[in-house]
């Protein structure tokens, strides 16, 4: 059974303007997960809409940890930014396909490839991609 904590902490990069990476360390379950909304809320407010999530310190999520995540998730689009994460544990990755949420949240092996995925932004389709669009009438 796993204990459940109170203690969360986020030790914040800013390797670019508009982009920070938060290193989060501890459980992320129903005592802590406010806490990582409310911090990780305060980064995208201030000025730091692109926002990484390195969870490789996360020992344990629950289903308020995911809750604050698709939060955080929602926060950085609304001011046009975007949430990525990195080097998702394996229990939480399972969570997160089984529950979707990997389609719409970006996970990337390292907050290198992060970065890189957040400053060149979503690769364009090549023409003739088999899209509705590319197709003649």
């Known amino acids: ?26 459980d992320v379950d129903m005592c802590t997960a406010d806490t990582l909304r409310r911090e990780a809320s305060e980064l995208i407010e201030r000025g730091c809409p692109h926002l990484i ?15 604050a995540l698709i939060g955080l ?3 950085a689009r609304e001011v046009s930014g975007a949430l990525s994460l990195v080097h998702v544990p ?9 529950t979707g949420v990997d389609a719409v949240l970006p996970v990337h092996a390292t ?19 088999g899209s509705a669009a590319a ?3």
């Open 1 to 26: 059974m796993t204990d459940v904590t109170d203690t969360l902490q986020l030790t914040v990069q800013r390797p670019h303007p508009g982009l920070a990476i938060a290193t989060v360390a501890g």
């Open 53 to 67: 999530l390195n969870l490789a310190e996360v020992g344990f999520c629950d289903s308020a940890g995911l809750s």
């Open 73 to 75: 998730w929602h926060a």
């Open 90 to 98: 394996d229990r939480l990755m399972r969570m997160l396909v089984l």
């Open 111 to 129: 907050a290198a490839e992060a970065v890189a995925a957040t400053i060149t932004g979503p690769p364009t389709p090549p023409p003739g991609d």
């Open 135 to 137: 197709r003649p009438a």
